[in-house]
C-alpha cells in the first residue's frame, strides 16, 4: 500500500505532466503564428494565411486546457504541499504573481483578437495582437522557469525561523541553472510545436490536400525542426555541464555512475541495481561520460555512493527513472535530427516529402511531448529527496492531514479525466486536419489581393 506522501507525489507529478503538454505547444507555436503573419503581410500570398487560419485553432484550443490544468495543479499546492508556500512563499508568490501580471494579462486580453478579429480590426492591429500573445506566452514560461530553477539552485536569500526571505530579487530571477533552463525550454517548445505543425501538414498532404496552406506549414515546421535540433544538443550539453556543478547527484543517476572516478563510461543501456549500487546488462562507450562532462577522456565525475550516509541514509534521486527518462529524452532528440533533416533534404531536391517521410512525420507529431516529459522527469526527480536544494525537503513540505485514501480516489480521478481530454485534444486536432482538408482540396491555393495587403475574397473564419 502506498502513502498519503508517495501519492501525493504521484498526483502531483500526474497533475504537471498532463499541464506541460499544452504550454510546450503555445509558447512556440505564437512565434510560429506570427511567423505566418508576417509573411503574408510581406507577400501577399493568401496560402499563409491559411497556415496561420488552421494552426491559430490549435493554438486556442492547447490554451484552454493549458490555462485550465495550470489552475487545477497550482491548488495543490494548498491541497497537498502546504509546507511549500509556508517555507519559501515570500520567493515563490510574488514569482507567480508577476507571471499573472505580466503574462497572463496580455494573452487574455488580446487572444480574442488574434482569433477573431482578422476582418474586424486593422490588419496591423491584428498583427500587434499576435505579437503580444506569442509575447506572453514566453513571459509566462520565463517566470515559471525563474521559479523552477530557483528550487533547484536557490539564490538570494535567507531563512529566519524556518521560513525564506528574500535578500536580493536579481540574485533570485537569475539565480545559476535559470539562464540554461531557459533556453532548453524554449527550444523544446520549439522542436514541439514544429513537428505538430509539420505533422498534422502531412497528415493533410496525405489525405490530398497539396494546398499551399499545407505547403506553407510543412515546410515551416520542418525546416524549424532541422535548425532548432543542433541549438538544442549545444543548449543541452552547456545544461548538463550546469547542473555537474550545481546538482552533482543528479548527473551520477543520469549517468548510471556509482562511483567517483576518472575514464567513467557512457552507459548506453543497463540496469541499475539499487540494492547493489551496481549496473546490470551494461554496454558503454568507454570514457564516454568524462569526455562529455569533464570534455577530458580522464575526468573525475562524481558517482552515487558519494551521497550516502555512513547511517546508510540515501540522499541521491531514485537511479532507475532518471537514467531511463534521459536516455528517452535523448533518444527522441536524435530521432528528431535525423527525421527532420531526411525531410529537409527531400523538400529541399522534390518540393515534396513523399508518402514514406509523411507517414514518419504524421508519427513523430507528438515527439516533442515526449522527449519534454522525458526531460521534466529527469529535471524534478533528480532533484529528490530536495523540493528546495538545501532548503526544503518534499517529505517536509507534504500535508499532513489528507489520507492515503482521500489522495488516491482524488488522483484515481484526475487521471480519468486527463485520459478523456487527451483522447479528445488528439482526436479533435485530427478532425480539424481532415475537415481542412476536404475544405480546401477544392479551393484555390490564394485569393486575390490588393496593393495594400488586403483580401479582396472572403476566407474561411479562424
Request: aromatic share 12%; net charge neutral; hydrophobic share 55%.
Amino acid at each position: 500500500m502506498m502513502d498519503a506522501f508517495l501519492l501525493s507525489r504521484i498526483q502531483f507529478g500526474a497533475n504537471i505532466t498532463f499541464h506541460i503538454l499544452f504550454p510546450t505547444i503555445t509558447i512556440a507555436l505564437g512565434w510560429v503564428l506570427l511567423f505566418f503573419k508576417l509573411r503574408f503581410n510581406a507577400t501577399g500570398d493568401e496560402s499563409w494565411m491559411d497556415a496561420y487560419r488552421f494552426f491559430v485553432k490549435v493554438f486556442a484550443l492547447s490554451f484552454a486546457l493549458g490555462v485550465v490544468s495550470g489552475i487545477t495543479m497550482s491548488f495543490q499546492f494548498g491541497t497537498n504541499w502546504p509546507g511549500f508556500m509556508e517555507t519559501v512563499g515570500n520567493v515563490a508568490g510574488p514569482l507567480l504573481a508577476y507571471e499573472i501580471l505580466t503574462a497572463f494579462f496580455l494573452e487574455a486580453t488580446f487572444l480574442g483578437i488574434m482569433l477573431f478579429g482578422f476582418r474586424k480590426v486593422p490588419n496591423w492591429l491584428h498583427t500587434l495582437a499576435t505579437v503580444l500573445v506569442a509575447f506572453g506566452t514566453t513571459m509566462s514560461a520565463f517566470w515559471i522557469l525563474v521559479l523552477n530553477s530557483w528550487m533547484h539552485t536557490p539564490a538570494g536569500y535567507e531563512v529566519i525561523d524556518g521560513v525564506v526571505h528574500a535578500t536580493d530579487w536579481w540574485a533570485i530571477v537569475f539565480n545559476p541553472s535559470m539562464p540554461y533552463r531557459l533556453v532548453h525550454m524554449l527550444l523544446a517548445s520549439g522542436l514541439t510545436a514544429a513537428f505538430l505543425v509539420a505533422g498534422l501538414s502531412a497528415y493533410r498532404w496525405l489525405r490530398g490536400d497539396r494546398s499551399g496552406g499545407v505547403r506553407a506549414g510543412l515546410r515551416t515546421g520542418v525546416f524549424l525542426a532541422a535548425g532548432l535540433i543542433p541549438l538544442q544538443i549545444l543548449a543541452g550539453d552547456m545544461h548538463g555541464l550546469n547542473t555537474l556543478e550545481h546538482q552533482p547527484a543528479k548527473v551520477a543517476a543520469m549517468e548510471g555512475n556509482w562511483e567517483t572516478r576518472g575514464n567513467v563510461p557512457l552507459v548506453l543501456f543497463a540496469l541499475p541495481d539499487e540494492a547493489a549500487r551496481e549496473n546490470r546488462f551494461e554496454i558503454a562507450i568507454p570514457n564516454g561520460a568524462s569526455l562529455i562532462l569533464k570534455h577530458d577522456p580522464a575526468g573525475v565525475v562524481p558517482g552515487l555512493n558519494d551521497f550516502v550516509l555512513e547511517d546508510g541514509t540515501v540522499k541521491h534521486p531514485p537511479v532507475a527513472p532518471v537514467f531511463w527518462g534521459f536516455r528517452i529524452m535523448v533518444g527522441v532528440g536524435m530521432l528528431m535530427l535525423a527525421v527532420s533533416w531526411a525531410v529537409s533534404w527531400r523538400l529541399w531536391k522534390r518540393g515534396e516529402p513523399g508518402t514514406v517521410l509523411a507517414w514518419v512525420l504524421v508519427g513523430m507529431t507528438f515527439s516533442g511531448w515526449v522527449a519534454t516529459i522525458a526531460g521534466w522527469y529527469v529535471t524534478e526527480i533528480g532533484r529528490q529527496p530536495w523540493l528546495v536544494t538545501g532548503v526544503l525537503t518534499t517529505a517536509d513540505a507534504v500535508t499532513r492531514t489528507a489520507g492515503a485514501g482521500m489522495v488516491w480516489t482524488t488522483l484515481a480521478m484526475y487521471l480519468a479525466i486527463y485520459a478523456v481530454l487527451i483522447a479528445a485534444y488528439v482526436g479533435t486536432l485530427f478532425h480539424l486536419a481532415r475537415k481542412a482538408g476536404g475544405k480546401s482540396a477544392s479551393a484555390p491555393a490564394s485569393a486575390p489581393i490588393s496593393e495594400g495587403g488586403e483580401r479582396l475574397a472572403a476566407s474561411p473564419s479562424a
